[in-house]
Nanobody, 120 residues
Framework: QVQVVQSGGGLVQAGGSLRLSCVAS????????MEWYRQAPGNQRELVAKLTSGGMITYADSVKGRFTISGDNAKKTVYLQMNSLKPEDTAVYYC??????????????WGQGTQVTVSS
């Protein structure tokens, strides 16, 4: 079973920075991609950034130039550096790991979520 644990987040003033961390654990699987999503009250969960095992990176238009995703596929970790934060970035942020076993079996595991609040 794949487990995802994330850390970071908190309260910051507009223009500030925060860093989120995420690690996937378990045995017998490899990571195809790791992503960061966010969900603000009343909104659907949206993709913020994605990092594939091949190194391809995708960002939501709303965070391009401000957020940076990075990670270590061997360590099954991913980070999200968030700079120049805006009040509209306020949301619960979720880490997701797209995994695959040798069977093959594929799935997605979610982190527990962490609150990011940006004050104006």
């Amino acid at each position: 079973q794949v487990q995802v644990v994330q850390s970071g987040g908190g309260l910051v003033q507009a223009g500030g920075s925060l860093r989120l961390s995420c690690v996937a654990s378990g045995s017998g699987f490899r990571i195809n991609a790791m992503e960061w999503y966010r969900q603000a009250p009343g909104n659907q969960r949206e993709l913020v950034a994605k990092l594939t095992s091949g190194g391809m990176i995708t960002y939501a238009d709303s965070v391009k130039g401000r957020f940076t995703i990075s990670g270590d596929n061997a360590k099954k970790t991913v980070y999200l550096q968030m700079n120049s934060l805006k009040p509209e970035d306020t949301a619960v942020y979720y880490c997701a790991a797209d995994w695959m076993t040798g069977v093959p079996e594929v799935g997605r595991a979610w982190g527990q979520g962490t609150q990011v609040t940006v004050s104006s």
